[in-house]
């Protein structure tokens, strides 16, 4: 007698809780944003009439927090500077778009905008945004970012990072950040595979890899 496989459907990660509201005008959405509580925990994203509220869950904060490790690291062994915007909301009145990003940061143009707060109306957007969507979202992230001007924007889903730069006002996707173009995606990879079980040493021999790459 042979026996039946059983399928087994294996349940994807759940990295946010996301709730979407449709059909809203730009003074809808600051209606919103500022009733609520700026010590919330939630993040807003506002492009073509779509508001969005992204709750981070575990898998989620685990994949940013790291993600962001990684780019410290690379930015402190290259020696670059970098002025970090975390999810520091950008609302722009002038093409009625709004975002809290996963984090940001200002790398090139660092000198531009350090020692004090920056007016996103007035000041070049952050030079690398990054976000990590596991689960599907209603707005579209790489319109959004391209509309406001972000040069570069890394989204990681869980699994795959892909890195877009801006071209002409649309994004290109690329193999090579050119923020940081000694690493590879594997690097990454490897990088959050190894702090899942030791995110010390993760640190300390992607640190030692960093050093021999820039010695070379």
Same mark, same amino acid.
């Given at each position: 007698?042979?026996?039946?496989?059983?399928?087994?459907?294996?349940?994807?990660?759940?990295?946010?809780?996301?709730?979407?509201?449709?059909?809203?005008?730009?003074?809808?959405?600051? @209606?919103?944003?500022?009733?609520?509580?700026?010590?919330?925990?939630? &993040?807003? +994203?506002?492009? $073509?009439?779509?508001? #969005?509220?992204?709750?981070?869950?575990?898998?989620?904060?685990?994949?940013?927090?790291?993600?962001?490790?990684?780019?410290?690291?690379?930015?402190?062994?290259?020696?670059?500077?970098?002025?970090?915007?975390?999810?520091?909301?950008?609302?722009?009145?002038?093409?009625?778009?709004?975002?809290?990003?996963?984090?940001?940061?200002?790398?090139?143009? @660092?000198?531009?905008?350090?020692?004090?707060?920056?007016?996103?109306? &007035?000041? +070049?957007?952050? $030079?690398?945004?990054? #976000?990590?969507?596991?689960?599907?979202?209603?707005?579209?992230?790489?319109?959004?970012?391209?509309?406001?001007?972000?040069?570069?924007?890394?989204?990681?889903?869980?699994?795959?990072?892909?890195?877009?730069?801006?071209?002409?006002?649309?994004?290109?996707?690329?193999?090579?950040?050119?923020?940081?173009?000694?690493?590879?995606?594997?690097?990454?990879?490897?990088?959050?595979?190894?702090?899942?079980?030791?995110?010390?040493?993760?640190?300390?021999?992607?640190?030692?890899?960093?050093?021999?790459?820039?010695?070379?």
């Amino acid at each position: 007698m042979v026996a039946t496989p059983v399928k087994v459907d294996i349940p994807k990660p759940v990295g946010e809780k996301r709730v979407a509201f449709h059909g809203l005008s730009w003074d809808d959405y600051l @209606q919103i944003f500022n009733a609520l509580p700026q010590d919330r925990h939630s &993040r807003l +994203s506002f492009s $073509d009439g779509t508001l #969005e509220i992204t709750v981070p869950l575990e898998d989620h904060e685990f994949a940013l927090r790291l993600i962001e490790l990684f780019i410290r690291l690379l930015v402190l062994e290259m020696g670059l500077k970098m002025k970090t915007m975390g999810s520091t909301t950008m609302n722009r009145q002038d093409i009625k778009k709004g975002a809290e990003p996963d984090c940001a940061y200002y790398i090139q143009n @660092q000198p531009k905008v350090t020692g004090r707060n920056v007016d996103f109306d &007035r000041d +070049s957007p952050p $030079d690398l945004i990054v #976000e990590v969507d596991i689960t599907n979202t209603d707005v579209n992230k790489n319109k959004l970012y391209a509309t406001m001007g972000v040069p570069e924007f890394w989204r990681y889903d869980g699994a795959t990072l892909r890195i877009f730069t801006l071209q002409n006002g649309e994004y290109q996707e690329r193999e090579i950040s050119p923020l940081f173009p000694i690493i590879q995606k594997e690097d990454l990879y490897n990088f959050l595979a190894e702090a899942m079980e030791d995110e010390t040493a993760a640190m300390q021999n992607f640190q030692a890899f960093l050093k021999e790459k820039i010695k070379d």
